[in-house]
C-alpha cells in the first residue's frame, strides 16, 4: 500500500472510531452496515461539496461531528414516538433526512429543499445508498400539497437550521398530521423565537448532548393546538 492510500485507510478508520464512540454516547443501536454508509455518505456529501457549497464545515472530524452525530442526536427522543413518515424541510445536503433514511428504514423520509442542485444530490444519494425510503421533492414548502407533492400528511416534520420557528410551522402546517409534531434542531434558540403564532404551542426544549461538540444544541417540539 502507498503512503497516501495508508494514510487514507487510517483517516478512515479514525473517523469510523470516532463515529462508534459518538454513537455509543448518544445510547443507539446502529449497526456496523449503516456506520459504513453514513461515512460513504459523507464522503459522498464532500464530494460533491465541492462544486454546490452545501456546508462550510470540510474537515472530515468535524463532519462527523457537526453533520452525523448532530443528526443522530434527535433520535432519543424521536424513537419515543409512533413515528411513520418524516419530512425534513429545507433539508440542503440531506441533514438531517437522509440520515434519518439510513439508520432508520422503516420510517419513510422525504427531504425537501427549493434548491435544484441541492435536491440532485440527494437524488444521487438515494440511488447510490438504494435508499428505496427516501423520497426527494423540490419546491418551496408551502407550496406542497398532500396527494399531489408528497402522499401523505408525516407523523414528524424536522428542520435543521431551516429558518425562525414561527415561520417553518406556519410554512410546513398543512403537511402536519393529526398528533403529529414538529422538531425544530436549534443553536440557542432565543426566547424571542419561542413565540408561536395561534394554533400552535411549544411544549418541549430539550438540550442535545452531541458527543465531541462544544456548544449548546437544542431540540424544539411544536404541536398544533386542538380545540
Same mark, same amino acid.
Do not use: C
Given at each position: 500500500?502507498?503512503?497516501? %492510500?495508508?494514510?487514507?485507510?487510517?483517516?478512515?478508520?479514525?473517523?469510523?472510531?470516532?463515529?462508534?464512540?459518538?454513537?455509543?454516547?448518544?445510547?443507539?443501536?446502529?449497526?456496523? =452496515?449503516?456506520?459504513? %454508509?453514513?461515512?460513504?455518505?459523507?464522503?459522498?456529501?464532500?464530494? &460533491?461539496? $465541492? $462544486?454546490?457549497?452545501?456546508?462550510?464545515?470540510?474537515?472530515?472530524?468535524?463532519?462527523?461531528?457537526?453533520?452525523?452525530?448532530?443528526?443522530?442526536?434527535?433520535?432519543?427522543?424521536?424513537?419515543?414516538?409512533?413515528?411513520?413518515?418524516?419530512?425534513?424541510?429545507?433539508?440542503?445536503?440531506?441533514?438531517?433526512?437522509?440520515?434519518?433514511?439510513?439508520?432508520?428504514?422503516? &420510517?419513510?423520509?422525504?427531504?425537501?429543499?427549493?434548491?435544484? @442542485?441541492?435536491? /440532485?444530490?440527494?437524488?444521487?444519494?438515494? /440511488?447510490?445508498? @438504494?435508499?428505496?425510503?427516501?423520497?426527494?421533492?423540490?419546491?418551496?414548502? *408551502? !407550496?406542497?400539497?398532500?396527494?399531489?407533492?408528497?402522499?401523505?400528511?408525516?407523523? $414528524?416534520?424536522?428542520?435543521?437550521?431551516?429558518?425562525?420557528?414561527?415561520?417553518?410551522?406556519?410554512?410546513?402546517?398543512?403537511?402536519?398530521?393529526?398528533?403529529?409534531?414538529? &422538531?425544530?434542531?436549534?443553536?440557542?434558540?432565543? *426566547? !424571542? =423565537? +419561542?413565540?408561536?403564532?395561534?394554533?400552535?404551542? +411549544?411544549? *418541549?426544549?430539550?438540550?442535545?448532548?452531541?458527543?465531541?461538540?462544544?456548544? *449548546?444544541?437544542?431540540?424544539? %417540539?411544536?404541536?398544533?393546538?386542538?380545540?
Amino acid at each position: 500500500m502507498t503512503d497516501s %492510500r495508508r494514510t487514507a485507510a487510517n483517516g478512515g478508520n479514525e473517523l469510523a472510531v470516532l463515529l462508534a464512540d459518538g454513537i455509543r454516547q448518544l445510547g443507539l443501536s446502529i449497526s456496523d =452496515e449503516q456506520q459504513r %454508509r453514513l461515512l460513504d455518505y459523507q464522503a459522498l456529501l464532500a464530494k &460533491w461539496n $465541492a $462544486a454546490l457549497q452545501m456546508t462550510s464545515i470540510r474537515d472530515p472530524r468535524q463532519m462527523v461531528i457537526k453533520h452525523l452525530l448532530d443528526s443522530l442526536s434527535i433520535l432519543p427522543r424521536l424513537d419515543r414516538e409512533p413515528i411513520s413518515r418524516v419530512l425534513d424541510v429545507g433539508s440542503g445536503g440531506g441533514l438531517p433526512g437522509v440520515v434519518l433514511a439510513i439508520v432508520r428504514p422503516d &420510517w419513510q423520509v422525504t427531504v425537501n429543499d427549493i434548491v435544484h @442542485k441541492k435536491t /440532485a444530490f440527494l437524488t444521487q444519494a438515494r /440511488a447510490t445508498f @438504494k435508499l428505496t425510503n427516501l423520497s426527494v421533492v423540490t419546491g418551496r414548502v *408551502e !407550496s406542497l400539497v398532500v396527494g399531489n407533492e408528497v402522499s401523505a400528511p408525516f407523523d $414528524a416534520i424536522v428542520s435543521r437550521a431551516f429558518a425562525e420557528l414561527t415561520d417553518f410551522v406556519t410554512l410546513a402546517g398543512n403537511l402536519l398530521a393529526s398528533g403529529g409534531s414538529f &422538531w425544530a434542531m436549534k443553536g440557542v434558540a432565543a *426566547e !424571542s =423565537e +419561542l413565540a408561536l403564532p395561534a394554533g400552535y404551542a +411549544l411544549v *418541549e426544549r430539550l438540550a442535545l448532548n452531541v458527543p465531541f461538540l462544544d456548544a *449548546e444544541r437544542h431540540l424544539l %417540539r411544536v404541536t398544533k393546538v386542538t380545540a
